[in-house]
Every structure is written in C-alpha cells, then in structure tokens.
C-alpha cells in the first residue's frame, strides 16, 4: 500500500484541490485506482486534515466530473475520438467494439455497472458517449446513482481506519470484493423491479381490450 500513503502526504500537503484532481485523473483513465484514492482522502480527513463529509462531497464531485468529461468527449468527437493518442491507448477498436456489444447486451444498465468496472470505466464512458444512445442526463443520473454505493464506502472507510493501518487494508481487500457483491444485489434489485413494472403494465393493457 506504498501508493495510499504517498497519497495520503500528498493530499494531507495540498487538501481538497489535490483529491478532487486525482479524481478527475482517474475519471480520465489515468493508472491510478480511484478507490485507493478515496481511502486516501478520508485517511487525511481521519487524520484530521480535512473534514470528512466535505471530502465526501469533493469527492462525489470529482467523480462525476471525471467520468461526465470521458461522456461529453465521447458525445462531441464520436467515433474521431478514437483516433487521438491518448485514447487509442486506452480504448483500442477491439476493445470498442468489445464495449459496443456489451451495450447491445445490456443496455444503459452498463453505465450503472462500470463503476464497479475499474479495468473498464472509462472505456464505456467514452463508447456511450460516442454511440449517442443515452442521454448526457441519464447517463449522469446512472453513474450517480452507482456512485452513491462506492464513493461513501471508500471515503469513510479510510476515515475510520486512519489510525489503523493494518485494519485499513484488509478492509480495503474486502471492500474491493464487497462492492461487486453489492453491485450485483442492486442490479438484480433493479431488474426485478423493471420486470414487475413491464409485467403490470402489460396486465393493464391487456385489461384494457
């Protein structure tokens, strides 16, 4: 864990403004987990370099802004996208065309299940950007909603396990498996949900003949 605390001084020396950059580098494919990054600023804030709920709120900020900047180039250049440098080291046309088609399987549920995605994130930021098949408003309200699962968990862990730091890392390990689970409870809470509603809606409607 020689990168957390190489964050933890960094961020404990320039504050809030360092968190909320690294999120934005890490929205932008950068090689650095945004969820160690999390961890990082609730350590300082544990630490009592900053406060905790305000690192929440920088953080959730960071996030959206970060993966809504992957969404907007994505929706603006399109397909030309791909042809700059630095995405086509990221996003390569088989990888593309590998995120298309898991698009055309699942729909804009993908955008909800990326953030559980760190390989894959930026990725299908970018496709669904450059697809148009989803509105800049759903898309932001998918990745919120998904973000208000992973963002609290990271911050406030490193906020509890600041002065722990053996504590901290194994539930760091945990919560990297934990949130996988979590996301899949969710997804398949939201699936039974739509199927109820598609179900009660066709009942309607056939009452209606």
């Known amino acids: 864990m020689d990168l957390l605390e190489r964050l933890v001084t960094l961020f404990a020396e320039n504050g809030y403004a360092a968190v909320f950059i690294a999120l934005l580098l890490c929205g932008a494919g950068a090689p650095l987990p945004e969820d160690i990054t999390l961890v990082a600023g609730g350590v300082i804030a544990g630490l009592g370099y900053a406060n905790v709920h305000i690192m929440f709120v920088v953080a959730m900020i ?45 729909g804009n549920r993908l955008m909800f299940v990326a953030r559980f995605l760190p390989g894959m994130r930026t990725a299908v930021y970018i496709t669904a950007g450059t697809t148009h098949r989803v509105s800049f408003v759903r898309f932001l309200l998918l990745d919120g909603l998904a973000a208000l699962i992973s963002v609290p968990i990271w911050v406030y862990l490193g906020y509890f396990g600041a002065d722990n730091h053996e504590w901290l890392v194994k539930w760091i390990r945990r919560g990297q498996s934990s949130l996988w689970v979590l996301g899949g409870i969710v997804i398949v809470a939201v699936l039974v949900l739509w199927w109820r509603h598609r179900r009660r809606a066709a009942r309607a409607a056939s009452e209606q003949r």
């Open 62 to 106: 960071g996030v959206l802004v970060g993966d809504a900047g992957m969404f907007l180039l994505g929706h603006h250049y399109g397909a030309r996208i791909l042809q700059w440098r630095v995405v086509s080291r990221l996003l390569t046309p088989a990888r593309y065309a590998k995120v298309q088609e898991k698009f055309e399987r699942y």
